[in-house]
């Protein structure tokens, strides 16, 4: 069982950054590949970013990609999302979550464990 817990949310102007985190319980951290996912409101909810279960790989949706980097320090048990040259459109509940999967996935159905998310709000 794993427990998630984001934090770090918040408003920002566009164009600015912020680093979101997530916590997780558990001794088994390591033994996860992690992800986070947004959701707007009136949207689906989607994949953001992905990291193995090292912190050796990751990938990213493209519409994030140069702008954010997924990272993770399995010794503090947490996940963190840098987010830089954010857009109005960034602005969404961000999840994270984790999966068996070694190298993360894009797929939300991939993942067993969720967090409750924490807002993002960019104003332009």
């Known amino acids: 069982q794993v427990q998630l817990v984001e934090s770090g949310g918040g408003l920002v102007q566009a164009g600015g950054s912020l680093r979101i985190s997530c916590a997780a319980s558990?001794?088994?951290?390591?033994?996860?590949?992690m992800g986070w996912f947004r959701q707007a409101p009136g949207k689906e909810r989607e994949f953001v970013a992905a990291i193995s279960r090292s912190g050796g790989s990751t990938y990213y949706a493209g519409s994030v990609k140069g702008r954010f980097t997924i990272s993770r320090d399995n010794a503090k048990n947490t996940v963190f999302l840098q987010m830089n040259s954010l857009k109005p459109e960034d602005t969404a509940l961000y999840y994270c979550a984790a999966t068996t999967v070694t190298y993360g996935s894009s797929r939300s159905a991939e993942y067993n464990y969720w967090g409750r998310g924490t807002q993002v709000t960019v104003s332009s």
């Open positions: 558990g001794r088994t951290f390591s033994s996860y590949g």
